[in-house]
């Protein structure tokens, strides 16, 4: 297998290319404005305007290079609110490459140290750092997730369905969207019809909305109350 390199995307900032699939972490539109949009700005901001929780739980599918959880835990920062991150990620990045993503340029110098020096005992264990921000990275394969936490908010950020369809049945989502609560929100960068209909087969009500730069689109979902009518 070749080696995992960082590659530039159109916003200036770097993601990893995979050597085998071919596959990148992040659109080649924008790494960081992928992030921001989708799981920022289409995510955590937008379930805070409607549930002001303190402190917020975030579970990520696919933690990677952790870019998603830096900017959350800089805007959980700068708004004074508790974070609380579970990534989970099968194939986890060393610490090395981690560092060399560049993605101190697009948070404070003190989140990124305190992430950088977390980042391995996180694997470990959970990592508390200052001013309630909690990060938890769970090494195993998000179809075998099982834990007795439920989070506010679904980041799932995994390849593509053309080189990982497994990850997008209705039997994977099931199992993570488990741990989502009643009212909490699912968002990923795609959209397409059969992800919409696995997501609306668990009881969640989808929304098609604008996609990052170069998509035209991608799904947010909320979870409804099991006597929900979108679940009959
Ligand atoms: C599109 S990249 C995600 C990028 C990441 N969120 C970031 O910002 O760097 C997909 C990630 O999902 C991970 N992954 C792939 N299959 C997985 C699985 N079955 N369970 C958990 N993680 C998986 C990959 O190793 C990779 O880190």
């Given at each position: 297998?070749?080696?995992?390199?960082?590659?530039?995307?159109?916003?200036?900032?770097?993601?990893?290319l995979?050597?085998?699939?071919g596959?990148?972490?992040?659109?080649?539109?924008?790494?960081?404005?992928?992030?921001?949009?989708?799981?920022?700005?289409?995510?955590?901001?937008?379930?805070?305007?409607?549930?002001?929780?303190?402190?917020?739980?975030?579970?990520?599918?696919?933690?990677?290079?952790?870019?998603?959880?830096?900017?959350?835990?800089?805007?959980?920062?700068?708004?004074?609110?508790?974070?609380?991150?579970?990534g989970?990620?099968?194939?986890?990045?060393?610490?090395?490459?981690?560092?060399?993503?560049?993605?101190?340029?697009?948070?404070?110098?003190k989140?990124?140290?305190?992430?950088?020096?977390?980042?391995?005992?996180?694997?470990?264990?959970?990592?508390?750092?200052?001013?309630?921000?909690?990060?938890?990275?769970?090494?195993?394969?998000?179809?075998?997730?099982?834990?007795?936490?439920?989070?506010?908010?679904?980041?799932?950020?995994?390849?593509s369905?053309?080189?990982?369809?497994?990850?997008?049945?209705?039997?994977?989502?099931?199992?993570?969207?488990?741990?989502?609560?009643?009212?909490?929100?699912?968002v990923?960068?795609?959209?397409?019809?059969?992800?919409?209909?696995?997501?609306?087969?668990?009881?969640?009500?989808?929304?098609?909305?604008?996609?990052?730069?170069?998509?035209?689109?991608?799904?947010?979902?909320?979870?409804?109350?099991?006597?929900?009518?979108?679940?009959?």
């Amino acid at each position: 297998m070749g080696k995992l390199q960082f590659v530039t995307t159109a916003d200036g900032s770097k993601t990893l290319l995979h050597p085998t699939t071919g596959e990148h972490y992040h659109s080649m539109n924008g790494a960081v404005g992928e992030s921001q949009h989708v799981f920022l700005e289409s995510g955590l901001k937008f379930f805070l305007r409607h549930h002001p929780v303190n402190p917020v739980t975030i579970l990520e599918v696919g933690f990677g290079t952790g870019l998603n959880f830096l900017l959350s835990a800089q805007f959980c920062q700068d708004e004074r609110l508790g974070l609380q991150y579970t990534g989970i990620e099968s194939n986890p990045l060393s610490p090395e490459i981690v560092g060399q993503s560049g993605y101190d340029e697009y948070v404070s110098k003190k989140t990124w140290d305190l992430f950088i020096s977390g980042y391995e005992p996180a694997i470990q264990r959970e990592m508390r750092f200052p001013n309630n921000i909690l990060l938890e990275i769970v090494l195993q394969n998000a179809s075998g997730y099982n834990s007795a936490k439920q989070f506010d908010i679904l980041y799932f950020d995994a390849f593509s369905a053309g080189s990982q369809p497994e990850m997008w049945t209705e039997q994977v989502l099931s199992q993570v969207c488990r741990h989502l609560k009643v009212g909490g929100l699912f968002v990923t960068y795609a959209m397409n019809g059969n992800l919409k209909r696995n997501i609306k087969a668990l009881g969640f009500s989808p929304e098609k909305i604008p996609g990052a730069s170069g998509k035209r689109e991608m799904l947010r979902a909320t979870k409804m109350d099991s006597h929900s009518p979108w679940n009959r």
